[in-house]
């Protein structure tokens, strides 16, 4: 009988590829296959922070995401995605599965887990997360002591994302996108403007730090955050 292989859920950070764990680059440099996503068949970014560690001789298995507000659309190649690594998995090859940041949170690996962690050996490697690199690029601690800090998505319903606010000393907010003009209407009421920060691409060679209350557009690229610090000023 072939021994299956094992699947490695592996996180390689927010951008910088010296932020990848020595973990992640010991299974990256030995992988025999290297899957990732690709957002409607562009570049993946996973796979170009590890790329300075990927085998020349690595077999590459792109899954093709497909961005849509509908959910079928991705719940099918995640399907496809599972399908194609279990095909590995039982011909005893091992596959490395790169996610950007940390592979359980809000990462896209935590769905191919479910598909495949009941029947293979699934192992998660955690990754640095784009939330942690925004507080170090912006030199600012994201909480002390007893402060209480949040991970808000900026899809949040306006009442929600206003509670949440009031009652945390920091919080990230994230997936803002075209949702930016809606978050900065909620932190002018609540007179955060001038507490807030945006991150773009932290650690990326092209990274930007701006105060929101500088930042003039009615939107954010995908990699970005939103630091906002609602308690006393204690830095």
Same mark, same amino acid.
């Given at each position: 009988m072939v021994k299956h292989g094992t699947v490695y859920g592996v996180g390689v950070g927010p951008g910088d590829p010296?932020?990848?764990?020595?973990?992640?680059?010991?299974? =990256?440099?030995?992988?025999?296959? =290297?899957?990732?996503? @690709?957002?409607?068949?562009?570049?993946?970014?996973?796979? /170009?922070?590890?790329?300075?560690? =990927?085998?020349?001789?690595?077999?590459?298995?792109?899954? /093709?995401?497909?961005?849509?507000?509908?959910?079928?659309?991705?719940?099918?190649?995640? /399907?496809?995605?599972?399908?194609? =690594?279990?095909?590995?998995?039982? @011909?005893?090859?091992?596959?490395?599965?790169?996610?950007?940041? /940390?592979?359980?949170?809000?990462?896209?690996?935590?769905?191919?887990? @479910?598909?495949?962690?009941?029947?293979?050996t699934?192992?998660?490697?955690?990754?640095?997360?784009?939330?942690?690199?925004?507080?170090a690029a912006i030199g600012r601690p994201l909480s002390a002591r007893n402060e209480v800090v949040k991970v808000l998505p900026a899809t949040l319903a306006e009442d929600r994302l206003r509670e949440e606010l009031l009652t945390t000393e920091s919080a990230a907010i994230i997936k803002v996108g075209r949702h930016l003009p809606r978050v900065r209407n909620i932190l002018g009421l609540l007179d955060l403007t001038t507490r807030a920060h945006v991150i773009i691409k932290a650690t990326h060679e092209d990274q930007q730090t701006i105060p929101l209350a500088e930042f003039s557009g009615d939107t954010l690229p995908y990699f970005a955050t939103i630091l906002v610090y609602t308690g006393a000023e204690a830095w």
């Open positions: 010296e932020l990848m764990t020595v973990k992640a680059w010991r299974l =990256i440099s030995t992988a025999p296959v =290297i899957a990732y996503l @690709a957002a409607n068949g562009k570049d993946s970014t996973a796979r /170009d922070i590890a790329l300075p560690f =990927i085998p020349d001789d690595a077999e590459h298995l792109v899954i /093709d995401m497909p961005m849509r507000t509908e959910r079928e659309p991705g719940e099918k190649a995640y /399907d496809f995605g599972a399908k194609a =690594i279990a095909v590995h998995l039982k @011909a005893g090859r091992d596959v490395v599965v790169l996610c950007e940041g /940390d592979p359980f949170f809000y990462g896209s690996f935590m769905y191919l887990f @479910a598909r495949l962690a009941k029947a293979h699934t192992v998660v490697v955690p990754g640095v997360t784009s939330i942690t690199a925004s507080a």
